[in-house]
């Protein structure tokens, strides 16, 4: 079955200090991850996806994430912080056709708090 | 604005009685998704169309959900004898498999339900 899990519910980072917010993640077969943002009272947004490919993969807004497959760990990361960043972060993962389901299991979220 | 909408985005109901909720697609995407998302926890997986047909439910999906997309455009989600825990935000997604951005999921603002 796959599952994701975001160990941490709240991050807090200086503005224009890097960020890390982490997401590990289980699949039976090869994954397809995604990193997904939630701002109030608006719809979640694309941010990047990893499907195959090179392991650091860059998406919308300089956030990057990296696949790590021995740690099966997907963290996302952006290296100078805007308060604007400030949101909700939802990592996600797909099994590949004829392992799994084609919906998306969401991580249970981070919440980016950007300290100006 | 060619992003996925949704209607109504409040929704106020008595317990017992029937709520529809309607998505609209990106116009050309094939695919329609529906997730629920509660309070402090990541969207869950409901039911997908490709074009008008419903190709998986999730067994959170109960006898009393039914969601249809009949000419493959926009989709329609019903409750039935609504219940308490029915109370969350209902997300639609769509994504237009067969391209390179197949399996990027594109979500709508949602739809909050709350059953009194």
């Known amino acids: 079955a796959q599952s994701v899990a975001q160990p941490e519910d709240q991050v807090n980072v200086a503005e224009g200090n890097p960020l890390t917010v982490k997401c590990t993640y289980s699949?039976?077969?090869?994954?397809?991850l995604f990193w997904y943002v939630q701002y109030p009272n608006r719809g979640l947004q694309f941010l990047l996806k990893y499907i195959t490919g090179d392991n650091l993969v860059k998406g919308s807004y300089g956030f990057e994430a990296e696949f790590n497959k021995s740690q099966t760990s997907f963290h996302l990361k952006k290296p100078s912080a805007l308060v604007s960043d400030s949101a909700l972060y939802f990592c996600a993962v797909r099994d590949i056709p004829g392992g799994g389901a084609n919906n998306l299991f969401f991580g249970t979220g981070t919440r980016l708090t950007v300290i100006p | 604005d060619t992003g996925v909408s949704q209607d109504p985005r409040h929704k106020i109901t008595k317990r017992g009685q029937n709520v529809t909720f309607r998505c609209d697609p990106i116009?050309?995407?094939?695919?329609l998704y529906w997730y629920r998302q509660t309070l402090g926890q990541g969207p869950e997986f409901l039911t997908y169309f490709q074009n008008e047909a419903q190709l998986e439910k999730s067994r959170l999906l109960s006898d009393r959900f039914s969601a249809e997309r009949p000419k493959g455009s926009f989709s329609t989600l019903e409750i039935q004898r609504t219940e308490q825990g029915d109370s969350a935000m209902y997300l639609c997604?769509?994504?237009?498999?067969?391209?390179?951005?197949?399996?990027?999921?594109?979500f709508g603002p949602g739809t909050r339900l709350t059953v009194t």
């Open positions: 699949v039976s077969g090869n994954p397809y």
């Open positions: 116009s050309e995407h094939n695919r």
């Open positions: 997604a769509s994504s237009l498999i067969g391209t390179k951005s197949s399996y990027e999921q594109y």
